[in-house]
């Protein structure tokens, strides 16, 4: 069935009709403990909205994963500050804006030096930016009937984006966030079945995080390519002149310009320049830069715990089953006279008889995303690029009978007139199949993937092959659980 607009519709309202609160799970318990003075009260305790209680967020996402993101957003971002201090208190380290890369999987890890490749990734990620999942094929829109993608696909595409950058990136933990290519919705109604907590588009309704019943599916974001923004003639359009306290603005791009004085990186100079002056370090303070993914974990994870107080002790409880994350309380009413520590790995800022202190990052780092059926790389190897008649098979035995899940191919170049990508298996009872025969279109590096899983079950085989060609540069193979 393909998931059109009006099927979507449909769907969505079944899903949040039938929604049922989550099984009880087990959780973390954090404690901070002082000496308290004598007579002091009993203290109100609370989280903090948002990361070290500041009034808003504000998130820059940077699709499809252009190289540029490193070496032109990333320093350029970074040159704009706001510190972990609340607002209006001073003593706060010096945080640099930072992003997220919303990138399609399919591109990354490829020869295509214009696509970030998986140790550029990772060194966003060493500087604070986020990488956020932005599909697999980046297929599926909502203009055109044709292109409606099948609820088979759009799990295919979910499945396989995560379980890569959990492999590549997230010490098997994927991103949470999703960025819906090209805006096409209905992936919506399958994000939570592969560890995705929320989603953003242009055009989308939430851009505030304290309505408890918003909808972080469907988060909104401005539109800053340089056809639509130049048309503008004010570089701050589109951010709120007073942010509201919750507010979440997000500024998305497809890169932004080098060159210090083209106009597309001097809008971008005005408009970071205004946030940082006016919210950052050099104005009210009042501003939480982060990627999308760490803002939305907070707010999950913020909602579903439990913080009590007692004299002289406060107790922070937090559900195991959302993404890891530190935490922002705010202690009221504690004497001056009272003497407090700062816990370890944590921070403390002390204003009168009001405490807040940030926890550091809570809960179960490891939590596989997507959790089933459990899959891993089984076998990865360059194929022969010297056959120049396209000919040729590539030949993979296992050891012993193996459960596949998936292949990956790498094209990056054209292959030869009337070539066929052929792949075959033979199972331990000797059976041969055919998985795949299908032509290939010129591709200038893309990991082409063959899914089996999770929409059908893995295929036993103790042999596969697959034809070759000069433009298929490399193999993966992944196998999983036979269920």
Same mark, same amino acid.
């Given at each position: ?40 009260? +009993? ?33 350029? +971002? ?31 890890? %490829? ?58 990136? =997230?010490?098997?933990?994927? %991103? %949470? ?11 919506? +109604? ?65 890169? !932004? ?84 520590? %700062? ?51 590539? !030949? ?16 990056? =170049? ?47 085989? !103790? ?21």
């Amino acid at each position: 069935m393909a998931v059109t607009l009006a099927v979507w519709f449909a769907l969505r309202a079944n899903l949040w009709a039938a929604a049922s609160p989550p099984p009880e799970q087990s959780s973390v318990r954090w404690d901070f403990v002082w000496q308290a003075a004598l007579g002091e009260p +009993l203290p109100a305790v609370s989280i903090c909205p948002l990361l070290y209680d500041k009034k808003w967020a504000y998130a820059v996402e940077i699709d499809d994963g252009p190289v540029s993101t490193l070496g032109v957003a990333q320093p350029l +971002l970074a040159e704009f500050n706001f510190t972990d201090a609340p607002p209006g208190l001073s003593g706060g380290h010096r945080h640099p804006f930072v992003g997220g890369a919303a990138v399609i999987v399919e591109r990354s890890g %490829t020869p295509n030096a214009s696509f970030l490749n998986w140790s550029q990734l990772r060194q966003l990620q060493t500087k604070g930016w986020g990488v956020l999942n932005h599909s697999y094929w980046h297929s599926g829109n909502s203009w055109d009937p044709k292109a409606a993608m099948s609820v088979d696909q759009i799990k295919q595409d979910l499945f396989w984006s995560q379980t890569i950058l959990a492999s590549e990136l =997230g010490e098997s933990q994927a %991103t %949470t966030h999703l960025v819906y290519p090209n805006g096409y919705m209905p992936f919506e +109604l399958y994000l939570a079945e592969f560890g995705l907590q929320s989603g953003s588009r242009v055009g989308g309704r939430l851009c505030n995080l304290l309505n408890a019943r918003a909808d972080l599916h469907d988060i909104d974001r401005n539109y800053l390519d340089e056809p639509v923004w130049s048309k503008e003639t004010n570089a701050l359009w589109g951010l709120p002149k007073t942010p509201q306290a919750g507010d979440l603005v997000i500024d998305f791009t497809h890169g !932004i310009q080098a060159g210090a004085q083209s106009p597309n990186q001097l809008r971008w100079r005005t408009r970071l320049g205004s946030i940082a002056s006016r919210f950052g370090e050099g104005g009210s303070d009042e501003m939480w830069c982060a990627p999308t993914a760490a803002i939305i974990n907070y707010i999950q994870t913020m909602r579903a715990s439990l913080v009590e107080s007692a004299k002289g002790h406060v107790t922070l409880t937090v559900t195991n089953s959302l993404p890891t994350t530190p935490l922002t309380i705010k202690i009221a009413g504690i004497s001056p006279l009272s003497k407090l520590g %700062t816990p370890r790995g944590s921070l403390l800022f002390r204003q009168n008889e009001t405490v807040w202190i940030t926890t550091p990052p809570l809960g179960v780092r490891k939590s596989t995303v997507p959790t089933q059926p459990k899959v891993e790389r089984v076998y990865s190897a360059s194929l022969d690029a010297q056959n120049p008649k396209g000919d040729a098979w590539h !030949i993979v035995k296992f050891d012993r009978p193996t459960h596949i899940a998936a292949v990956r191919v790498l094209q990056h =170049g054209e292959v030869h007139p009337g070539f066929e990508l052929i792949i075959k298996t033979t199972a331990s009872s000797g059976k041969s199949q055919i998985l795949v025969n299908t032509p290939l279109k010129p591709n200038w590096g893309a990991w082409l993937l063959f899914p089996i899983v999770p929409t059908s079950k893995a295929q036993e085989a !103790i042999q596969l092959e697959l034809s070759t060609d000069p433009g298929l540069k490399a193999v993966e193979v992944w196998a999983g659980d036979s269920e």
